[in-house]
C-alpha cells in the first residue's frame, strides 16, 4: 500500500536532504577550492621554473660568446626556446627580443595581462645585457584548463552525492512512515476487533432483541472481548507494566483452570477441544500478568486454531506448553512475531499487541519463551518457569 507523504513528513524529508546536500556542497568546494589552490600553485611553480632556466642558457651563451669575443645571436635564442624573451641594457633599453609589454626590470616575476614575465639578471653586462626577460604564454591555458576540469568533476561528484542524499533520506525517513502504515493498520484494526463485538452487544440489547440465554451469551462474550482489549491498550500504551509490582508466589495451575473456564464459551464457538495436563506449580509473579500472559497465548490458540481443532495445555516441570493445531506461522516470521503490531496472518482478526505483550511479561520475570511452528499444522509455545 503506498501512502503519501505527510506535510511533517515532507518537511523533514526536504531538511534533512538540504541539510546533508548543502554541509556536502561547502565541504566539496572547499577541498576544490583546496586542490584548485594547490595545483594553480604547482603550474606556476614549474612555469617559473621552465622560464628561470630558459633564461640561465640564455645568459650561458651570452657570457660564453663574450668570453668567445662573438656577438649574440638572437636568431638562435628565438628558435631553441617556446617563450618570448627579449635583452635589455642597463639603461632599460631593449636590445633584442619579441616582448612589447611594458613592466618592471626591477622585480623578478610579474603578471602583465594574462601572462607572467620574469627577469633575471645573470648576465651582468657580458656584451652589454643586464637583464633578460622571459614571458610565457601557457600557464593562462592550463588554468583555465584546471578550473574547466574542476568544474566539470565538481558536478559530477555533487550529482552522486545528490543522488545518495536522496537514498539516504529515503533511508531517514522509511522508519517514519513504515511506524505511521503501522499505526494506521493499528487504528483500523482495533476499530475493526472493537465493532464486532460492539455490533454484538447492540444486536443483542436492542428494542426487539429477547434476553434470551443465547443473547445473554453473546453479551458476555462481547463485553470480555472488550476487557480484553482494554486491559491490552492499557498494558502497552498507559505503561501498567512500568507500575509498582506486588509479586508473589502464585498457584499456576489454579489461575490456568480458572482461565480455561472463562475461554470455554469461545473454544465452543469453533468447536475446539482443549486438552489440559496441569499440575501443581508456583512461581512468584504479579497475578494480573500471569492471566495476560497465558490469555494471549491461549486466545490465539484459539483465535488461529481450524474448526473442530485440538488445543493441548501441559503444565509439568514448572514448563507450560500451549500447543494448537491451526493455520501455524510461516517460517520466515518466526523472528517478527513478538514484535508490536506484526502480524503473520491477515486471516484472523487482531492488531499485533498479543504476543509483544507476552515477549515483555517473559522479560521482565525471566521466563524463557520458544516457539516452533509449522504452517498448517499448528503453533507451540514453551513457557519455562525454572529459574
Keep these: 500500500?503506498?501512502?503519501?507523504?505527510?506535510?511533517?513528513?515532507?518537511?523533514?524529508?526536504?531538511?534533512?536532504?538540504?541539510?546533508?546536500?548543502?554541509?556536502?556542497?561547502?565541504?566539496?568546494?572547499?577541498?576544490?577550492?583546496?586542490?584548485?589552490?594547490?595545483?594553480?600553485?604547482?603550474?606556476?611553480?614549474?612555469?617559473?621554473?621552465?622560464?628561470?632556466?630558459?633564461?640561465?642558457?640564455?645568459?650561458?651563451?651570452?657570457?660564453?660568446?663574450?668570453?668567445?669575443?662573438?656577438?649574440?645571436d638572437t636568431t638562435n635564442i628565438a628558435k631553441s626556446i617556446e617563450y618570448d624573451y627579449a635583452l635589455y641594457d642597463i639603461n632599460h633599453i631593449k636590445i633584442a627580443g619579441n616582448i612589447n609589454h611594458s613592466f618592471t626590470l626591477s622585480q623578478r616575476v610579474q603578471k602583465v595581462g594574462d601572462n607572467y614575465i620574469l627577469v633575471d639578471s645573470s648576465p651582468r653586462g657580458n656584451l652589454g645585457v643586464y637583464y633578460i626577460a622571459i614571458k610565457e604564454n601557457i600557464l593562462n591555458d592550463k588554468i583555465n584548463t584546471l578550473i574547466e576540469d574542476l568544474i566539470l568533476y565538481f558536478i559530477i561528484i555533487f550529482s552522486v552525492i545528490t543522488m545518495i542524499g536522496y537514498y539516504l533520506a529515503n533511508l531517514f525517513i522509511a522508519p517514519i512512515i513504515n511506524e505511521r502504515k503501522k499505526l494506521n493498520n493499528f487504528i483500523k484494526d482495533t476499530t475493526h476487533e472493537l465493532n464486532t463485538p460492539i455490533s454484538a452487544i447492540l444486536m443483542s440489547t436492542g428494542k426487539n432483541a429477547p434476553l434470551t440465554e443465547k443473547n445473554m451469551q453473546r453479551i458476555n462474550l462481547s463485553a470480555k472481548r472488550v476487557s480484553e482489549i482494554y486491559k491490552d491498550l492499557v498494558y502497552i500504551f498507559l505503561q501498567e507494566n512500568t507500575k509498582k509490582r506486588v509479586i508473589t508466589n502464585i498457584s499456576l495451575d489454579e489461575v490456568i483452570k480458572e482461565q480455561l473456564e472463562y475461554f470455554e464459551a469461545f473454544a465452543s464457538k469453533k468447536k475446539l477441544?482443549?486438552?489440559?495436563?496441569?499440575?501443581?506449580?508456583?512461581?512468584?509473579?504479579?497475578?494480573?500478568?500471569?492471566?495476560?500472559?497465558?490469555?494471549?497465548?491461549?486466545?490465539?490458540?484459539?483465535?488461529?486454531?481450524?474448526?473442530?481443532?485440538?488445543?493441548?495445555?501441559?503444565?509439568?516441570?514448572s514448563i507450560l506448553t500451549i500447543k494448537d493445531t491451526g493455520i501455524g506461522i510461516k517460517k520466515e516470521y518466526l523472528n517478527d512475531i513478538f514484535n508490536r503490531y506484526f502480524r503473520a496472518t491477515k486471516e484472523q482478526g487482531g492488531f499485533g499487541l498479543g504476543l509483544n505483550i507476552v515477549y515483555h511479561i517473559c522479560k521482565n520475570y525471566d521466563i524463557k519463551i520458544e516457539v516452533s511452528s509449522q504452517e498448517n499444522q499448528g503453533t507451540t509455545f514453551i513457557l519455562d518457569f525454572r529459574r
Design 1 to 72: 500500500m503506498v501512502i503519501d507523504l505527510t506535510r511533517s513528513e515532507k518537511l523533514t524529508f526536504i531538511r534533512f536532504l538540504a541539510l546533508y546536500l548543502g554541509s556536502s556542497f561547502i565541504l566539496l568546494l572547499i577541498i576544490f577550492f583546496l586542490f584548485f589552490k594547490f595545483e594553480a600553485k604547482l603550474h606556476y611553480d614549474l612555469v617559473t621554473s621552465n622560464m628561470q632556466n630558459v633564461a640561465s642558457k640564455i645568459s650561458a651563451s651570452i657570457i660564453y660568446a663574450h668570453l668567445s669575443g662573438q656577438t649574440i
Design 273 to 317: 477441544t482443549i486438552d489440559s495436563n496441569i499440575e501443581a506449580t508456583s512461581f512468584p509473579i504479579e497475578k494480573e500478568n500471569f492471566i495476560r500472559l497465558f490469555n494471549n497465548l491461549l486466545s490465539n490458540a484459539i483465535k488461529y486454531n481450524v474448526i473442530e481443532g485440538k488445543i493441548d495445555i501441559k503444565l509439568q516441570n
